[in-house]
């Protein structure tokens, strides 16, 4: 299973991952990137910041998409 997949699986298990959670579930060590690859595949992918304890960070949701003729299968 490749590192955006197990992403998407995590979103759609969980309802949303952070760059935290994405790097001890996929190894991934920048979200920013593959949040970008997902929307290339065709998925709205929402980020919202949020903070706590002096810190802030990116929570990732998928607005399930409607499937078109030229989305893009993510690969293993």
Known sequence: MSED???LA???A?????PAV???VAGC???????????????????????GNGKRWGEY??????PFAGMVPLTA
Do not use: D, F, W
């Not at 969980?14 to 952070?18: E, V, Y």
């Not at 990137?33 to 595949?41: G, P």
């Open 22 to 24: 994405a790097y001890e």
């Open 29 to 51: 060590l920048a979200m920013h990137s593959a949040a970008a690859r997902l929307r290339k595949a065709g998925y709205e992918v929402v980020c919202t910041m949020r903070a």
């Open 5 to 7: 997949q197990k992403i």
């Open 61 to 66: 949701t998928i607005n399930e998409p409607v």
């Open 14 to 18: 969980h309802g949303s991952i952070t």
């Open 10 to 12: 995590h979103i759609q």
